[in-house]
């Protein structure tokens, strides 16, 4: 199994900076892409940002400019750097991966949730 470990969320104030961390942890496996999403009080989880195995990314429209996505391959991690933080940017962030397991042959595809952090940003 894999498991996604996120870290980095708390309390900041509209204009300032945070940076949000995802361990990944457990069984080696061929990660396909990474990405971030979030989920406001009452509203749907909606993505962030993307990172491919390429190294490609794609930002929502929001929050593009602001935020970005990259990961650290050494230390096994994914993270967002977020800048110019506002209010509407308050919600539970979480850590998404696409990988596969298995032979060619007999591949599977699979997704991988973390628990979530949750960003507050103060006006």
């Known amino acids: 199994q894999v498991q996604l470990v996120e870290s980095g969320g708390g309390l900041v104030q509209a204009g300032g900076s945070l940076r949000l961390s995802c361990e990944v942890s457990?069984?080696?496996?061929?990660?396909?892409?990474m990405g971030w999403y979030r989920q406001a009080a009452g509203k749907q989880r909606e993505l962030v940002a993307t990172?491919?195995?390429?190294?490609?990314?794609n930002y929502a429209d929001s929050v593009k400019g602001r935020f970005t996505i990259f990961r650290d391959y050494a230390k096994n991690t994914l993270y967002l750097q977020m800048n110019s933080l506002k209010p509407e940017d308050t919600a539970v962030y979480y850590c998404?991966?696409?990988?596969?397991?298995?032979?060619?042959?007999?591949?599977?595809?699979?997704?991988?949730w973390g628990q979530g952090t949750l960003l507050t940003v103060s006006s």
């Open positions: 998404n991966a696409h990988y596969t397991v298995g032979p060619v042959e007999r591949v599977r595809n699979l997704e991988v």
């Open positions: 457990g069984r080696r496996v061929s990660i396909v892409d």
């Open positions: 990172i491919s195995s390429g190294a490609g990314t």
